[in-house]
């Protein structure tokens, strides 16, 4: 299948490694050109070289910490230096920090918001205009599971990507008319730095091993197994692409059935 994305620019952020990179693999496979971003320039500049050799797309790298607003206009403008143009945007950040609620402090909930919630908002709105005088664009947000079914121990989590998802929502409306589509897209439990974490505090706190929580979240999952972070990405490229014209507003798990709701 073309997904028609040859040529178009996808901005992706905190793209060095897990579902970022992945995502970026996709795109760059289908012909996207690239512009990726995260905190770790070591990193970034692997995965760019990587991402250039096995596919030939081109590729801006920017050491950036999304929760900073200079940082991200500083991308922004080089994105718009370097090829004129976002056609689409995919907005990703790191997790906040595990805990039950009296665990966080005020200024960790601050932090929260800035790096899951102000990132998104400040990575939108200067390629939004764009996006409307050109008639076409596609803006896919990375949240989590947690938006439609809570995870325990991840209040910060569940609570700050609910406000991408309400803001997300209410902007596929506000821009589908310029032929903009909005959606979402909520990892589950996938083989990521970011769950190897989630496991190892999971373990601190039961007295257990991260095997054992490995163990407990493949019993949960229908399909037996953790998911891949290629399995993420091909679902973003989609959405990205031309195909995906119609679907706008949607906020779609890539979970392997775990969440047990029934939208």
């Not at 970022?20 to 012909?31: C, D, I």
């Not at 665990?103 to 709105?125: C, G, K």
């Not at 769950?195 to 999952?221: C, K, S």
């Amino acid at each position: 299948m073309d997904l028609g994305l040859r040529d178009r620019v996808a901005l992706v952020a905190a793209s060095s490694r897990g579902l970022g990179r992945a995502t970026a693999e996709e795109l760059a496979a289908e012909g996207a050109t690239l512009v990726m971003c995260a905190r770790g320039e070591d990193a970034l500049r692997e995965a760019a070289a990587s991402i250039e050799r096995s596919s030939g797309a081109r590729v801006l790298a920017l050491p950036a910490d999304l929760a900073d607003p200079a940082a991200v206009d500083r991308v922004i403008d080089a994105a718009m230096q370097a090829f004129g143009r976002v056609d689409i945007l995919v907005t990703n950040t790191g997790g906040p920090p595990a805990g039950p609620f009296e665990s966080h402090s005020r200024e960790a909930w601050h932090e929260a918001v800035r790096q899951n919630l102000d990132s998104v908002l400040n990575l939108t709105r200067p390629v939004l205009a764009g996006m409307k005088e050109r008639r076409w664009g596609r803006i896919v947000n990375v949240t989590s599971i947690a938006v439609k079914q809570p995870v325990e121990n991840l209040i910060l989590s569940n609570s700050v990507r609910a406000a991408v998802t309400g803001f997300a929502r209410t902007l596929a409306n506000e821009v589908a008319e310029y032929g903009i589509t909005v959606n979402n897209v909520l990892p589950g439990y996938t083989r990521t730095q970011r769950v190897d974490e989630l496991a190892a505090r999971r373990a601190a706190l039961a007295g257990t091993t991260a095997a054992d929580a490995f163990a407990t979240w493949e019993r949960e999952i229908p399909m037996k197994r953790l998911g891949e972070p290629r399995e993420f990405g091909a679902l973003v490229a989609f959405l990205a692409s031309e195909r995906a014209s119609y679907i706008t507003g949607t906020s779609i798990p890539v979970d392997g059935g775990w969440i047990k709701a029934l939208l």
